[in-house]
């Protein structure tokens, strides 16, 4: 069905998508983070921009958060969501997460994304993805997957989920798989893991339900943005 991989798919959008990888690639070095939120029914009814998530949002970005997941779900105001995000926190890198069947991408591009993550590697939707010039950051598990997802050109991947895998993980990988593409880890992780994650080989952290939440934002996610991230990565 999925055929040989093939990079070099014909479209007047067959590049941009590498254009996005090697520029978010470059901005996780910097801030070596991204935050996960799901929005949920009240979250993109009519007033969405006065939500409790909307507001978390907000002071994320005043803490200085550079790269921000929106998870997509399947509502008519999804979309609109993002787009009042982008207005509101113009210093902040959207994307989308949770990317797992077409309509999702067509949603995507329609809110002006240009990157998304997968929780699983597709060819089929890594394609397409690339055909309307978003980058697909695919998510993989096994050594396998890996392999197949660097043989499609992917140089930036999620580890997913990355707990149930082991902050060692990765490096088990380096020597039969060397050299491995750029690792955001993302899957049950919190502050706490930030340190030795990264200290682990990996590029960046996915943060979610962990940290951000009906509860409100982690305090020490906020001390992390202010105080630790400035002066080692930035």
């Known amino acids: 069905m999925f055929?040989?991989?093939?990079?070099s798919e014909p479209s007047d959008k067959s590049s941009e998508w590498l254009i996005t990888e090697e520029t978010l690639i470059a901005s996780l070095h910097s801030q070596p983070l991204l935050i996960v939120v799901r929005p949920d029914s009240s979250?993109?009814?009519?007033?969405?921009g006065f939500s409790v998530l909307f507001r978390q949002i907000q002071s994320l970005h005043q803490a200085g958060l550079r790269h921000l997941e929106v998870a997509w779900v399947d509502h008519p105001a999804w979309c609109g969501f993002v787009r009042n995000v982008q207005r509101s926190c113009p210093d902040l890198q959207v994307g989308a997460a949770s990317l797992t069947q077409f309509k999702a991408l067509e949603d995507a591009h329609a809110s002006g994304l240009t990157f998304g993550m997968a929780p699983c590697f597709e060819p089929a939707l890594l394609m397409r993805a690339r055909s309307l010039g978003i980058l697909l950051v695919p998510g993989v598990f096994s050594p396998t997957e890996m392999f197949q997802a660097m043989g499609y050109g992917c140089r930036l991947i999620k580890?997913?989920?990355?707990?149930q895998l082991g902050v060692d993980y990765l490096r088990s990988l380096k020597g039969p798989l060397s050299p491995l593409p750029e690792v955001i880890a993302a899957g049950g992780l919190g502050v706490d893991d930030l340190?030795?994650?990264?200290?682990?080989?990996?590029?960046a952290i996915a943060l979610g339900r962990r940290v951000i939440g009906s509860e409100g934002i982690d305090p020490t996610l906020l001390r992390w943005l202010v105080d630790v991230c400035p002066k080692c990565y930035r």
């Not at 055929?3 to 990079?7: D, E, I, K, L, Q």
């Not at 580890?159 to 707990?163: E, S, W």
């Open 43 to 48: 979250d993109l009814s009519e007033g969405s």
């Open 195 to 203: 340190e030795p994650w990264l200290e682990a080989g990996h590029t």
């Open 159 to 163: 580890l997913f989920p990355a707990a």
């Open 3 to 7: 055929g040989s991989p093939n990079t």
